[in-house]
């Protein structure tokens, strides 16, 4: 993201505020309360490096989502005070407060296998009946909001997105456990320093992992997300053993989503070791 912003608006604003994670985000609302609008321009692109290293994705998520609630505890009353259309103070709920689905999707990750098995005692019909447009209703706008993006972006091979959208889907849950500790840590104010995503000066050239700093290390994250997986691995084999065969693509985002940030996350920071443990011999070495 990449955005010019005028001095006389920043100043009329209320100037840039550190009390958020997401500064940028706080002082665009301030300044549109204030009256200012903004100008997106699709025509001017601005090439920017993804994070190379799951945890990097993950703490960079992390700011944005405890960055974003905070900027709604912050901002939201003002915003639906103020005398402005009904839909942009929706577009400003919405846009404010999705990450608030984090800790209601680990709750349904506790409460998933009770709720299959009560499902599966009620029969077939009454599943289909319920379970069916829940999870159209759940699917179908993520579909269409990306699905719409791409076809924006590449009107001829947007199709093709169409097979990424699980991956996606899985990417977001892998997500889910430190984005639940972000929007917790918000809603309970607790501030925290502004951590950044490493970058690796990635264009044009081969990724040089040892070149980046403030890295950091992801602690027991990756533990507890292959604990979860496993739990959802135990439930899709319930699901088998019971023949509730239309539970498994759902269960298998949630078992993709786990292990893959955990199992990444953890061999990365193994060969980062071996980088490290390699290179403090060479220099053990060249010293002699």
């Not at 997401?22 to 994070?51: H, M, N």
């Not at 320093?193 to 994250?221: C, D, E, H, M, N």
């Amino acid at each position: 993201t990449a955005g010019v912003l005028r001095r006389k608006m920043i100043e009329d604003a209320g100037g840039w505020q550190h009390d958020t994670l997401t500064e940028d985000s706080d002082l665009s609302y301030r300044a549109q309360l204030k009256g200012w609008r903004f100008v997106y321009v699709p025509a001017i692109e601005c090439p920017s490096e993804l994070p190379v290293e799951t945890h990097a994705f993950q703490v960079q998520q992390f700011r944005w989502a405890k960055g974003l609630t905070q900027v709604a505890i912050k901002l939201l009353p003002s915003i639906l005070k103020a005398p402005i259309p009904w839909r942009v103070k929706a577009e400003a709920f919405f846009h404010l407060t999705p990450n608030i689905s984090y800790p209601l999707m680990v709750l349904l990750s506790a409460l998933m296998l009770p709720v299959m098995i009560v499902r599966f005692y009620m029969g077939w019909f009454q599943m289909l009946l319920i379970d069916v447009p829940l999870i159209m209703m759940t699917f179908w706008p993520l579909f269409a909001f990306y699905l719409t993006a791409q076809r924006e972006l590449n009107p001829r091979g947007w199709k093709r997105s169409i097979l990424m959208l699980p991956f996606l889907m899985a990417a977001g849950v892998a997500l889910t456990l430190i984005n639940t500790r972000a929007v917790i840590e918000a809603l309970a104010g607790k501030q925290t320093a502004f951590v950044r995503t490493p970058k690796f000066a990635i264009a044009g050239q081969k990724v040089k992992v040892s070149g980046t700093k403030y890295r950091r290390r992801s602690g027991w994250l990756p533990y507890l997300e292959l604990a979860v997986g496993t739990y959802f691995v135990g439930m899709a084999a319930w699901a088998v053993d019971s023949m509730n065969y239309l539970a498994l693509p759902f269960l298998s985002l949630f078992v993709g989503g786990y292990y893959w940030a955990g199992l990444t996350t953890l061999y990365q920071e193994f060969q980062t070791r071996l980088r490290w443990k390699a290179q403090l011999a060479m220099s053990r070495t060249a010293a002699r």
